[in-house]
C-alpha cells in the first residue's frame, strides 16, 4: 500500500501566517491518514480556502479529485480554528468520497469515520511529525501525550459532536441512535434532519459551484515545493511511470547510437585537405583514393 495519501498542499499566499496555513494542512492531513489507508483514498490536492460565503467550511471536487478547507474564522482571517475543527470538515469532505447528497447514508457513513478518528485519539495517536526531525508541527498541539489524556481529549470531542448532533438534528450521527433522539417524535426526527442537511448544503459545497470556488482559491494560492517532494512518491500508478519516464527521456535522446558512430566517420572528414570529392566517389575503398592522386 502507498503511504503518501495527500500528494501535494496548497495554501493561500496572501494572508497572514500562511507557514502556520501549510503547517495546518499537512497536520490534518497526518491526523487521517490511517483512516484514509483504510480506505485507499489517495487525495491529490489539500488546499485551503477562505470563500466569501461564511458559512462555507469545505469542497469536494469530483468527488475526491481536490479537497479544499476552511482554516481561518469568516470575521478573523489573521488567526485560525481549532484542529478538531478542521478535521471533522476533512471528515466530512472525505464521506463525500462516497457519498455525495446529505442523506442518511452519507451520516451513516460519516458517523463510522468520525468513531475511527476517535478510536485513533484513545489509541494516543497524534499523528505524524515527518516534516521535522526535531521538532512536531503545529501551534498549540499536544503530542506523544499520554494515552489517558489521549482518552479524555477524545471523550471530549466526541461529547462535543454529540451535543452538536442532538441540538441540529442528528448531523453526524444515524437516525435514532441516541436515547434522546427515541424520545422524539418522527416529525421532530425529521425536522432535525432537515435543518442539519441544510445546514450542511450551506457549509458544503459540490458541483459547479465547487469546481468554482476551487478555482478561485487556486489564483490566490501559492504551491509549495512540498508538492514536488511528495510527487516524488506518488500514491497513483500513472503518476510515477510519468515521472520515471520523462527522467529517461531526455538520457535517451541525449545517448542516441548514431553520435557514437559519427566520430569514426569524421576522421576522413579531416583529409578534406586533400579533395572531398574523391574521398565522397569512392565511399568505402579509402586506400586507392591516395594512389589516384599521385
Known sequence: MPEVYVQSFTHL????????????????????????RKHSWVLPVLAEFFPDNPNLLGLN????????????????????LPEEDVVQTMLHELTHNVHGPHDEKFYKFLAE?????DALQRSGYAGEGFFSKGNRLGTNISHNIPPHLARAQAVAAAEKRRNLSQT?????RRLGGGTEDRALSL???????????????????????AQREADKAAKESVGNKVIDL??????????PTVHNASAPGPSKIAVQPPKPVSPSSLPPR???????????????????PPAKLV
Do not use: W
Not at 230 to 236: A, H, P
Open 13 to 36: 499566499k496572501d494572508r497572514k501566517s500562511a507557514d502556520k496555513a501549510l503547517e495546518m494542512l499537512r497536520r490534518v492531513a497526518s491526523l487521517v491518514k490511517p483512516i484514509m
Open 61 to 80: 471536487v469530483n468527488m475526491g479529485h481536490q479537497i479544499l478547507v476552511r482554516l481561518r474564522p469568516p470575521h478573523s482571517p489573521d488567526s485560525f
Open 113 to 117: 469515520l468520525q468513531e475511527e478518528y
Open 168 to 172: 441540529l438534528g442528528g448531523g453526524g
Open 187 to 209: 416529525r421532530e426526527r425529521a425536522k432535525r434532519a432537515a435543518e442539519r442537511r441544510l445546514l450542511d448544503e450551506r457549509s458544503c459545497g459540490q458541483g459547479e459551484f
Open 230 to 239: 511528495t510527487l516524488d512518491s506518488d500514491d497513483e500508478p500513472d503518476v
Open 270 to 288: 579531416t583529409n578534406r585537405a586533400a579533395p572531398s570529392s574523391s574521398s565522397l566517389r569512392t565511399g568505402s575503398q579509402s586506400k586507392p
